[in-house]
């Protein structure tokens, strides 16, 4: 089983949906993050936390919440999307240690119409 | 603002041959430098990651290189399969535990 798994893995919505994006890891790791990847851009950082009672904004978090819910899960939601919210999702976990690389989950590609 | 630039954004090359790809980034004040796989469909995974006082790194045919203080990085793969074609990305970690990515080079690796 992947360590690191998102659902869903495809989704459509429509302009002002609210959608709900879900991460759950078995690695252990108090850290994880949420990654947007669009074409020519790369990722980048939308939110962190570091344990569940930790959130931070990170690069791009205008328009996106989320929720530690517990150690193993950190959801994205989008409250009203919007169509340049089209893109490649990606959770990710780590370790303390910055020895310790992240580990990404498969992705989730949503696309707002 | 760390900024990480990757070039070339694809390259295409003879199976075989030996190949380099470059990253820069602006900031020094870094933890560590990765470098990522990333296949379509999947997540990215991890190949190299070298910490800031190292020099290189070596797994296989990969031999990443970081040289600080002038921001750049090489990772080089040798005798290149067509298992090797992927998107590969750069990143470097900066405080917090967060990391900042390059765009990516395209690889694609012809029989």
């Known amino acids: 089983d992947a360590d690191v798994t998102q659902t869903p893995r495809n989704r459509i919505t429509k302009t002002g949906k609210r959608i709900m994006l879900e991460c759950s890891q078995t690695k252990g790791h108090d850290r994880m993050y949420w990654y947007r990847q669009d074409p020519g851009l790369g990722l980048r950082l939308i939110y962190y936390?570091?344990?569940?009672?930790?959130?931070n904004k990170g690069e791009i978090s205008d328009g996106y919440s989320v929720s530690r819910q517990a150690q193993a899960k950190f959801s994205l939601s989008l409250e009203s999307a919007i169509p340049n919210q089209t893109a490649l999702y990606f959770c990710?976990?780590?370790?303390?240690?910055?020895?310790?690389?992240?580990?990404f989950g498969p992705g989730t590609r949503l696309l707002v119409l | 603002k760390q900024e990480v630039t990757q070039i070339p954004a694809a390259l295409s090359v003879p199976e075989g041959e030996n190949l380099v790809l470059n990253c820069s980034f602006t900031d020094s004040a870094i933890y560590n430098l990765q470098w990522f796989r990333q296949d379509p469909g999947k997540g990215l995974t991890s190949l190299l990651l070298?910490?800031?006082?190292?020099r290189e790194q070596t797994s296989g045919r990969l031999n990443a290189s970081l040289d600080k203080s002038s921001g750049r990085s090489t990772l080089y793969i040798a005798a290149s399969q067509p298992g090797d074609s992927a998107t590969y990305l750069c990143a470097v970690e900066t405080s917090g535990s967060r990391l900042t990515f390059g765009e990516g080079t395209q690889l694609t690796v012809n029989p």
């Open positions: 990710a976990t780590s370790d303390l240690l910055s020895t310790e690389t992240q580990y």
């Open positions: 070298i910490q800031s006082s190292q």
């Open positions: 936390s570091f344990d569940v009672k930790d959130i």
